[in-house]
């Protein structure tokens, strides 16, 4: 049996796991009567409900040709299309032989797809380009295919590399063809271009033992589990090997004590694993990504692929609200230490440090979504955190000036709101790179911005463009320290105490601004309630209740009081709203807004202090 190891990769719901789960079905790994969810591969909670993939994870299928002929496993890997979870993207690359890009027949080349394509083409990688979705009415093929020529072109393709081959599909209804008229059939020219196009693993069966770390995953029963590419040799069940770091120095020393393959989408016991084969190993303790699982007698590592740095940390600190303790289960700051350290263990695009106080721990990773995803998964857990705004990491060039990270944004909106789009990006320091109309009435704007200047943004931009406009960001480089910019112009409304909040009080303060609480919700001292109509931080009572007096009755009309709904933030809405001197409180239930120091004299001692200094 013959073997392909190819990664599928693709820009955010462009369309792979579900094209994954036709490959499932039209190789058989799936029973006909056997019922599978959609999007097989989003296995987590949150890739299902957000329809993006945030873990790369391996398969494999099995494919014979209808017409009989050896028969070829296929080690798919499905990678995360956002550049926030690029740090899984790039180790993976150096497991597979062959990439398959998928493009959208109608949104094109967009910025997650060069950000991926950018890291396959550097390793040498051939892809296979599909065009998938092109039953969309919209489709606009022929450009989107002159898209990722001029894509590939810009990413110093080789010759061989922009000589690729095409294919039009649809992975929704199962079909791939080479004709782009065509709109049926199945995916067998999908399966027939793989093991043409990608080739074999270039692994030595003949060497020492060698494997590559590249995900780390834990088992209740089985410890941690290491999955990579076997780059040479075999490995047996309870053969004696040891890890090396990337120094070449020796981790753990240890046995193979299960051997794990990749079935469709269940990893399955087997005695023995032969070199080209992604596999997964359990029985050391130590052992981490990047580093390489060999025999005793190997002394030099694998080359590990190098991982960008972060670009953005947040302050996650022991929840220490009036309401702290009533509705999570993990509240101290031992617990919190010991869930991020774990995450930083097993996801290396994060980084973690504990602060001088100990109660509060420095959490850096890629980006706002990164960061939003392992706070709203802690949550789920049952974690009670208090989050800092989010903060750009500086850097300094060689001649020792400042630098920060700056974003490619790629923006697509109506035509009528694109002079408004552009004035906001001016004022957060961004450099327009690029305007053309991208059809059907929109225009496609590209910005060279500053990381800092994008936080918060995101709300106002939606607000702006009525909800239709799209923005895609993508880490670009470390540019010149762009200066100050303007953040929030709105202050919030503070309560000055503790108790429920009532429609009496909360009916007046409407005029004030936009309330973020609801008639009944409990509130403290400190807690932001809504948001100022001015520039300036007011203090307000949103708990008085109305005098029942001889003079004033409970009944009348004064009673009928009708309040807005109040404006209620998701998760990485609160992130980008607070400022520095802001908290979010997360629980298991509840998202709140407050002021670090809920004392209102320790908040002017603080503005005095930053002020003098």
Known sequence: ???RNVAIIAHVDHGKTTLVDQLFRQSGTFRDNQRVEERAMDSNDLEKERGITILAKCTSVEWAPPGGGEHTRINIVDTPGHADFGGEVERILSMVDGVILLVDASEGAMPQTKFVTGKALALGLRPIVVVNKV????ERIQEVLDEVFDLFVSLEATDEQLDFPVLYASGRNGYANEDPSLREGTLTPLFEKIVEHVPPPSADP???????????????????ILTGLVFSGSVKTNQQIHALDNDGNVVETGRASKILTFRGLERVPTDEAQAGDIISIAGLTHTTVSNTICDPEVTEPLHAQPIDPPTLSMRFAVNDSPMAGREGTK?????????LFREAE???AIKVTEAADRDSYEVAGRGELQLGVLIETMRREGFELGISRPRVLFGEDENGKKTEPYETVIIDVDEEYSGTVVEKMAIRKAELTDMRPSGGGKTRITFSAPSRGMIGYHGEFLSDTRGTGIMNRLFEKYGPHKGNIEGRKNGVLISNGSGEANSYALGPLEERGILFVGHGEALYEGM????????DDLEVNPMKAKQLTNFRASGGKDDAIRLTPPKKMTLEQAIAYIDDDE???????????RKRYLDPHERKRASRAKQAA
Do not use: C, Q, Y
């Open 135 to 138: 039953d969309r009415p919209d």
């Open 346 to 348: 097993s996801n290396v």
């Open 528 to 535: 932001i309630v809504g948001e100022n109509a001015k520039p």
């Open 1 to 3: 049996m013959s073997l």
């Open 206 to 224: 003949n060497g020492p033992f060698k494997f590559l770390v590249t995900l780390l995953d834990r088992d209740n029963f089985l410890g941690r």
């Open 331 to 339: 509240v101290t700051s031992r617990m919190i230490r010991d869930r």
């Open 583 to 593: 908290m979010v409180e997360v629980t298991p239930k509840s998202i709140r807004l």
